[in-house]
């Protein structure tokens, strides 16, 4: 079963960057699709962005052009670099793992909140 871990969450101003980082262990990452998701106050999980073991990667109409996601396998990592950030990108973000045959796996999320 994987274990993930992720970081880089905070507290920014409108139009401010982060980086957030999902540390992956128990599993060999590169077998996964990667995704992040988020779940703000009051309202239900959402994607944000996912990524293939190919590298293709997918985008909420909401986040697009702003959010990048990415993995380093060789660091068992996957990041997402989020841009011009907005208030209503506030939420707890989470780290998402999915493998043929097995259950998804999702990481205990971390806070990000942009307010001025």
């Known amino acids: 079963q994987v274990q993930l871990v992720e970081s880089g969450g905070g507290l920014v101003q409108p139009g401010g960057s982060l980086r957030l980082s999902c540390a992956v262990s128990g599993s060999i990452f590169s077998f996964y699709a990667m995704g992040w998701y988020r779940q703000a106050p009051g309202k239900e999980r959402e994607l944000v962005a996912t990524?293939?073991?190919?590298?293709?990667?997918n985008y909420a109409d909401s986040v697009k052009g702003r959010f990048t996601i990415s993995r380093d396998n060789a660091k068992n990592t996957v990041y997402l670099q989020m841009n011009s950030l907005k208030p209503e990108d506030t939420a707890v973000y989470y780290c998402?793992?999915?493998?043929?045959?097995?259950?998804?796996?999702w990481g205990q999320g971390t806070q990000v909140t942009v307010s001025s």
């Open positions: 990524i293939t073991r190919a590298d293709s990667t």
């Open positions: 998402n793992a999915k493998r043929v045959g097995v259950s998804p796996q």
